[in-house]
Structure formats: structure tokens, C-alpha cells
């Protein structure tokens, strides 16, 4: 299996700051990266396939980036509405598996 | 509009088999490219993919449970379903289904329904 690791487990921001989250797979996926967002009582969103595309209707400040075995999110500017878990998901092949999750707060 | 939306037992006990249903509108599963997934989640944890199934009827599986799990669709009432066998405590969780597509390289879970509480305990 395709392990994901994520960094950092949780992190606080202040209003406006840019904010990373890290996604570190186990081996080369190909640019075969998601990242979803989870509010407390919700279902996970996605923000990011393929890497880099933005999924419709997620706001702009939302990036991600990566190759290889190494993938980031990008949150420039954080807003209130930003706080939850993100996640980040491998598509490459079976089983898909998802990392540990990141905890972000507005500080 | 896509939306899905899970059903299940709510609770049952040890040993017995869970069997969950994913109803959806907006697409259907005879397009090609779709794929609906289940995905489990334990209170105040991480997410675990479990099982999906595409427009042509291939499957795939999580082996973390081992021979446990079928997944099946009815194209012709938009649902798919997933039973499992021999539940435990282990398997109490919120059970999501989810759209899921190629798109650029890879598979997503694009559209999530709301998820179901499933506890097993006796």
C-alpha cells in the first residue's frame, strides 16, 4: 500500500497569513494527488485534484503543487470559514489511501 | 445537481453483516468514467477507503478487510450498496459514499454524501 504522511498534524493561524500543509507519499504517484476539507460534522470537500486543479467553486486562495512523492497545499490568506481538517488522498492505484489529516485553526 | 445519500441499520451487533445503501442523483453509473466508493470514518479519525465500484462493473477493494466486503450496484435506480461480514466493535463509524471520477490523473471523490452512523455493539 501507498502510505501518505502529512505535516504538520495540526497548526494555528492568524487572520490573512498563509498557511502549508504537507503531503509526503510512500512512492511516486504521479501527480495523482487530492486534498479535501472537513468541517467538524460534515463531509469532506474536495479543493485539489490532479495536484494542482482547483475544483469548481473552491475559492482561489486554495493552491496545491508537488511532484514525485512530495505535494503541498497552499491556503494564501487564511479566512475564518478555512478552519477544519484537510486531508490529502492518493488516486494512483489501489488501495487509494488517505493521510493522517491536518488540523488547522484560526489563532 | 449531483447528491448522494447513505442508508443503513444504525446499529447492530457483533458478528452480523452490515449492509449499507449509497442512493444518488445527478449522474449515472453507466457513464463512463464513474465510479461511486464507500469510505468509513471512526469518531475523531482519519478516513479509510473501503471499496468501489465503476460503470463497468470492475471493483476494487480495501485487502485491510480482507474478504469481508461486496460491493454491487443497480444502474437502473441509482444505488449502490456494500454489505459487510462479521462486523466488531472496530467497524463502528460514519460510512460515506462518494462520486468518483478520473479526472487529469487519478480518481476522486468529487460529490460526498452526508454519511451514516453505524455502531456495532451488543
Known amino acids: 500500500d501507498i502510505q501518505m504522511t502529512q505535516s504538520p498534524a495540526s497548526l494555528s493561524a492568524s487572520l490573512g497569513e498563509t498557511v502549508s500543509i504537507e503531503c509526503l507519499a510512500s512512492?511516486?504517484?504521479?501527480?495523482?494527488l487530492a486534498w479535501y476539507q472537513q468541517k467538524p460534522g460534515k463531509s469532506p470537500q474536495l479543493l485539489i485534484y490532479?495536484?494542482?486543479s482547483l475544483q469548481d467553486g473552491v475559492p482561489s486562495r486554495f493552491s496545491g503543487s508537488g511532484s514525485g512523492t512530495q505535494y503541498s497545499l497552499k491556503i494564501s490568506g487564511m479566512q475564518p470559514e478555512d478552519e477544519g481538517v484537510y486531508y490529502c488522498q492518493q488516486g494512483y492505484k489501489y488501495p487509494w489511501t488517505f493521510g493522517g489529516g491536518t488540523k488547522l485553526e484560526l489563532k | 445537481q449531483v447528491t448522494l445519500k447513505e442508508s443503513g441499520p444504525g446499529i447492530l451487533q457483533p458478528s452480523q453483516t452490515l449492509s449499507l445503501t449509497c442512493s444518488f442523483s445527478g449522474f449515472s453509473l453507466s457513464t463512463s468514467g464513474i465510479c461511486v466508493s464507500w469510505i468509513r470514518q471512526p469518531s475523531g479519525k482519519g478516513l479509510e477507503w473501503l471499496a468501489t465500484?465503476?460503470?463497468?462493473?470492475?471493483?476494487g477493494y480495501n485487502p485491510s478487510l480482507k474478504n469481508r466486503l461486496t460491493i454491487s450496484k443497480d444502474t437502473s435506480n441509482n444505488q449502490a450498496f456494500l454489505k459487510i461480514t462479521s462486523v466488531d466493535t472496530a467497524d463502528t463509524a460514519i460510512y460515506y459514499c462518494?462520486?468518483?471520477?478520473?479526472?487529469?490523473?487519478?480518481?476522486?471523490?468529487?460529490?460526498w454524501g452526508p454519511g451514516t452512523m453505524v455502531t456495532v455493539s451488543s
Open positions: 512512492e511516486g504517484i504521479s501527480n495523482s
Open positions: 465500484i465503476c460503470w463497468e462493473d470492475s471493483k
Open positions: 490532479g495536484a494542482s
Open positions: 462518494a462520486r468518483t471520477a478520473t479526472v487529469v490523473k487519478g480518481w476522486y471523490f468529487d460529490f
